[in-house]
C-alpha cells in the first residue's frame, strides 16, 4: 500500500476530488461545482425520460450514483455510504437542515424521511467539498427540497401512480401547486404499501414488507422585490416495516420536519443572496419483534430525536474572488431505551438506556473564495466549529460509568477543515487536484452507546466517551477529456484517516443479548487509508441515443494492514439510453467481482461475482395542454439470486421485477 501512495502522491502532486460539473461563464470566475447532483424532479412532475424509474425509492435514486453505495437491511430505508464511510463520517442534510436518526441499529438513515417527490435534486460532494453542509470526513448528501421559485406557472397539478410485481407494491401520489411572481405554494402526497419480495430463483424474503406515506408543504412570499419569506413542512411516517436482516423489525417510523427561510438578493455593498433559515425536526422510531416467531426474549425499544438549528449565508464578489461565508448551528437531543421482558412472569422485566438522552450543541462558520488566476482556478475552504455533548439522564450517566468511573457529564471539542482545490483545462483537457485536512467527533453511538448489537458480526457494542476525534488527511485528483461525441473521466481519492474509530474485542466483559458472540468497545485506531479511484465514459452514438459506462477499484486497510469492512469489490455499470421527444428506452448492467478484500472478525464473509441486467421503455402523450407519462421496466431480467458487499448479513436482493409508473400533469 505504501508504494502506491508514494506513486500516487510524486504522480499527483496536491491533489483535488473532481468537479461534476463546469460552469463557465463568459468574463467571470470559473464556477468548480464539485458536488455531483442527481436530479430527481425538474419542477413537481417528475422527469420520465431522465429516470430509468420515476416513482422508485430515493434510496435507488441514490444508489444511482457515482459514488454512494446503499447498506442494505431490508427492503425499505437503506444508508447511505460515500467513499466506503458511513453515516458518522458522513454529512447528510435536508434542504441544509441537520436531521439525526432515532434508531440505534441505523433502521432510519436521514434518506428515508424524504421522498422523491418532495425533492428536485440530490447534491452528493466527497470529502471536505462536503464542508459547507457540516462536519464531515467522507462527505456530504444534500437533499434539496423542491419549490416554485416565484415562477409565473400558475395553477398546477398532477396524479402518479405506479406498481412493481416482485413484491406486489402499490403507489399513490397527488399534487397541487401555484406559482407566480410574489407568492408560490407546493403540496404534494404519496403512499407507499409493499408485501415481501421475492429474490433470485423465487426465494421469499420474509419480513421485507413496508408501509409509508408522506405529505409535504411548501410555500414563499415576496414581501419586497428582492426579499423573501419561505417556509417548509414535511411529515413522513412508516408503519409496519420488516427489516429482515435484523433480529427486530418496525411499528413505527415518524419524523415532523419544518423550517422557516428568509431571502434577499441584495443585501449592502457587494454582498448577495443572503440565505437565512431556522429549522426545527422530531422523529419517533419504534423497533419491535412481536411478529417475528421463537423470539427468545419480547424487547421494547423506542428512540427519539429532536434537533433545533439554524443556518445564514451570503456571496461576495470583488474581482477575481467570490467568497461564500457561512454560520449555522444545531442543538440536538437523542435518547433510546430498551425494555427487556422475560417469558417467566414472575421474573421483572429489565431496563436500561441505551443512548443516554445525548444533549449535542454544535455550533460553526464556513468560508470559501474562489479565485480565478488567468487560465486556471482555485477554491480554497474552511471550516471551524465547537461541539458539546453532554449525558442529560443521571441514569444513564451511572450506568456509563460502569466502564469509565471518571467519566465527565459534558465533553467540548473543537472540530476543523481546510480544503484548497485546483483547475485547469487544456482544452480537450481538464485536470484538477487538491488537498485537504478535516476531522470529526465520535457520534452519539460510538461515544455514549450502552449495549448495542450489532447483527452482523454478533456483538454487543459499548460506546467510549474518551474517544479522540477522528483526523483525516485526504488527496484527490480527477482527469477529463472531452470532445463533442465522447468523454473520459479517470478519478481517485486516498485517506489517510488517524485515530480511525472502530469496535474492539474486550474478552472481560459479558454479553447482554443471547447469542451474542463477545462485547466490543469503540477504540481509536492508530490509522486507517481508504483508496478509491473510477473510470467513466460517455459516448453519444446519436443526437438520441447515448451510450456510458462506469468501473471502479477500492481498497481499506488499517495499521495492521488488515482489511477495513465493508469495502467494495471491483464495480462496473454500463447502459444505453435513447430519448425522443416523445419516447425514451434504456437498456442498463450493472455487476461486480467477487469480493476480495473482506474482514471475518467483522462478520464478512465473501460475496460472489454478479450481473445483471434491466431495460425501461418510456411513452409521452399530450392531450392539448396536459400529458401523460408512462414507464414500463423489467430489473433483474435473469432473475439473478444474488447480494452485494453492503447487503447486511448477505440478504439477498430483489429478482426479476416488472414495473409501471404512470403519472397525468394538469397544468
Not at 416482485?166 to 403507489?171: G, L
Not at 410574489?182 to 419480513?207: H, L, M, S
Amino acid at each position: 500500500m505504501s508504494r502506491w501512495v508514494l506513486l500516487l502522491g510524486k504522480l499527483l502532486l496536491p491533489i483535488y476530488n473532481g468537479a461534476q460539473e463546469l460552469v463557465l461563464q463568459k468574463d467571470s470566475i470559473i464556477t468548480i461545482n464539485l458536488d455531483e447532483v442527481i436530479l430527481i424532479s425538474a419542477r413537481k412532475t417528475l422527469d420520465y425520460h431522465r429516470q430509468p424509474k420515476p416513482l422508485s425509492t430515493l434510496d435507488e435514486y441514490l444508489e444511482s450514483s457515482k459514488k454512494v453505495d446503499m447498506v442494505k437491511r431490508g427492503a425499505y430505508a437503506w444508508e447511505p455510504t460515500l467513499n466506503n464511510m458511513f453515516s458518522e463520517r458522513l454529512s447528510v442534510t435536508i434542504d441544509g437542515m441537520r436531521i439525526f436518526g432515532a434508531c440505534t441499529d441505523k433502521m432510519d438513515p436521514i434518506t428515508s424521511y424524504v421522498d422523491v417527490s418532495n425533492l428536485s435534486k440530490a447534491h452528493i460532494a466527497s470529502g471536505q467539498q462536503g464542508a459547507e453542509h457540516g462536519t464531515t470526513i467522507g462527505g456530504a448528501i444534500n437533499l434539496e427540497l423542491d419549490r416554485g421559485n416565484f415562477k409565473e406557472t400558475g395553477l398546477y397539478g398532477g396524479l402518479e401512480t405506479g406498481f412493481e410485481s416482485n413484491n406486489q407494491m402499490s403507489v399513490v401520489g397527488a399534487e397541487l401547486n401555484y406559482s407566480d411572481s410574489n407568492f408560490y405554494v407546493d403540496t404534494d402526497i404519496i403512499y407507499r404499501k409493499a408485501e415481501n419480495y421475492f429474490a433470485g430463483g423465487d426465494e421469499e424474503v420474509q419480513f421485507s414488507q413496508f408501509e409509508k406515506y408522506n405529505v409535504s408543504a411548501s410555500g414563499g412570499y415576496k414581501i419586497a422585490e428582492d426579499q423573501a419569506l419561505t417556509g417548509s413542512l414535511i411529515f413522513d411516517e412508516a408503519r409496519d416495516v420488516g427489516y429482515p436482516a435484523l433480529t427486530m423489525d418496525v411499528s413505527l417510523a415518524r419524523a415532523i420536519i419544518a423550517s422557516i427561510g428568509f431571502e434577499q438578493d441584495d443585501l449592502w455593498g457587494s454582498l448577495s443572496n443572503w440565505k437565512s433559515k431556522v429549522y426545527f425536526n422530531k422523529v419517533t422510531h419504534v423497533m419491535d419483534d412481536t411478529k417475528r416467531p421463537d423470539v427468545p426474549i419480547h424487547m421494547d425499544m423506542p428512540g427519539w430525536s429532536d434537533t433545533y438549528g439554524f443556518f445564514s449565508q451570503a456571496l461576495l464578489k470583488l474581482k477575481k474572488h467570490q467568497f461564500l461565508f457561512k454560520a449555522d448551528g444545531y442543538y440536538n437531543k437523542s435518547l433510546a431505551e430498551m425494555t427487556m421482558y422475560p417469558n417467566d412472569p414472575d421474573e421483572l422485566p429489565m431496563f436500561m438506556l441505551t443512548w443516554p438522552d445525548v444533549r449535542t450543541a454544535n455550533a460553526g462558520v464556513y468560508a470559501e473564495d474562489e479565485l480565478n488566476l488567468n487560465g486556471s482556478f482555485l477554491k480554497i475552504a474552511t471550516r471551524m466549529a465547537v461541539q458539546n455533548q453532554n449525558v442529560a439522564d443521571e441514569f444513564g450517566l451511572n450506568s456509563l460509568r460502569i466502564f469509565y468511573p471518571d467519566m465527565e457529564t459534558s465533553k467540548t471539542r473543537f472540530l476543523k477543515s481546510i480544503s484548497g482545490q485546483w483547475h485547469k483545462m487544456w482544452m480537450p483537457w481538464h485536470f484538477n487536484a487538491g488537498l485537504s485536512y478535516g476531522d470529526r467527533a465520535p457520534s452519539v453511538t460510538e461515544g455514549y452507546g450502552f449495549y448495542l448489537f450489532n447483527s452482523f458480526d454478533n456483538h454487543d457494542y459499548i460506546g467510549n466517551p474518551g474517544l479522540a476525534n477522528e483526523k483525516s488527511m485526504e488527496a484527490n485528483t480527477k482527469i477529463t477529456w472531452e470532445k463533442s461525441k465522447f468523454k473520459v473521466s479517470a478519478e481517485a481519492n486516498y485517506f489517510h484517516i488517524k485515530d480511525y474509530i472502530i469496535g474492539e474485542v474486550d474478552p472481560s466483559l459479558s454479553v447482554m443479548t443471547i447469542g451474542a458472540d463477545g462485547v466490543k468497545i469503540y477504540k481509536n485506531l492508530e490509522y486507517a487509508n481508504l483508496f478509491n479511484t473510477s473510470l467513466d465514459m460517455e459516448y453519444t452514438v446519436l443526437p438520441e441515443l447515448k451510450w456510458s459506462g462506469l468501473i471502479s477499484y477500492h481498497l481499506g486497510t488499517d495499521n495492521n494492514q488488515e482489511n477495513i469492512p465493508f469495502i467494495s469489490p471491483f464495480s462496473y455499470r454500463s447502459g444505453l439510453q435513447y430519448n425522443s421527444k416523445l419516447f425514451s428506452a434504456g437498456l442498463r448492467i450493472t455487476g461486480a467481482a467477487k469480493q476480495v478484500n473482506y474482514n471475518p472478525d467483522f462478520g464478512e464473509d465473501q460475496t460472489q461475482a454478479y450481473t445483471v441486467c434491466s431495460l425501461t421503455f418510456g411513452k409521452t402523450f399530450n392531450f392539448n395542454n396536459d400529458s401523460m407519462y408512462a414507464k414500463f421496466g423489467m430489473e433483474n431480467i435473469f432473475d439473478e439470486n444474488y447480494s452485494t458487499y453492503t447487503d447486511w448479513k448477505n440478504i439477498p436482493r430483489m429478482g426479476r421485477n416488472f414495473f409501471l409508473t404512470l403519472s397525468y400533469s394538469i397544468n
